[in-house]
């Protein structure tokens, strides 16, 4: 089964994606000192275990060579995060684009353990290039951007850092060709949806508002309604609406992972799994965003992985 672009916002997606096909992972490097890369790997192990417990959980089911890398693509992915979110000490914008360069660098980048690690990890598992460069705009565009006026243009931000990360995860795990592209697309997309909704109090107080300006204004809602943190009619209305569309993106990307390894498979599955939950979660707290975050808790985690590894038990192949 192949999927196909379902509206504008979509097509435009999949063409940045696709420019995947056509990149490399990038330059060679010089060999590694095998200590030091060891090093590097349990190095983003702990950054993995201590900042995503969703991610942590969920790669833990992958065979060994690949929950290595998969934890290196993560902490990669949150130290880049990081230095457009916490950095306190130096210019964001300078401090990112000296990360860049440290990136691509044709040697190994021996100073830093998760760009040891990550360069590594990329080369291995010959992941474009150009899903990293993606990735790093749109940690970038939080730099100067922190309102959004309609879905398209947050869907376009979902993919840069979202979408990226599944697309480079495929590479780790492996994948069928590119007719799995589209549904690491939406499911970036599912994925980036639910964080923004279980953190609109949190992202509000720091400055910043993801959710579409047209479609508050659609249902009603001003900032100064999100501000007051009031749990409103209009605000629930609004929020099943998000909630809707999210879920649906879920069941839209499913079929994707039958299209992965079969080592491979439950770890995504559970990922996806495990974030769908949070909007039962957000149902459960009446929609209140504002002084509470949905979480799951560790019995329930269970409850759903056993749920998840009977539905990837069904799963057939995906076209070839």
Known sequence: MTAHATSPWESHLLTLAHAGLE???????EAMDSRLLARAYRACETITREHSRTFSLASAFLPAGKRRAARAL??????????????????????????????????PP??????????????????????????????????TRSRYQSFTELAVYAYGVASTVGLMAMHIIGFC???????????GVALQLTNILRDVGEDLRQGRLYLPQEELERFGLTEADIAAGVVTPAWRDFMRFQIERTRRLYRQAWPGVAMLARDGRFAIAA?????????????KNDYDVFSRRAYLGRWAR??????????VRELGDGAA
């Open 271 to 283: 990922a996806a799994g495990l974030y769908l939950a949070i909007l039962d979660q957000i149902e």
């Open 177 to 187: 060709g590119p007719e799995a592209i589209p549904y690491a697309v939406r499911l």
């Open 302 to 311: 269970l409850c759903r992985l056993a749920g998840i590894w009977l539905k």
């Open 110 to 143: 021996g100073e830093h353990p998760v760009a040891m690690a990550w360069a590594d990890t990329r080369l291995r598992s010959a992941i474009p290039a150009v899903y990293a460069e993606q990735l790093l705009d749109g940690l970038a565009t939080d730099l």
């Open 74 to 107: 993560y902490a990669f992915c949150r130290t880049s995060d990081d230095l457009v979110d916490r950095n306190v000490t130096a210019d964001p914008v300078r401090a990112l684009k000296a990360w860049r360069l440290r990136l691509l660098a044709g040697r």
């Open 23 to 29: 990149d490399d992972p990038g330059p060679s490097l």
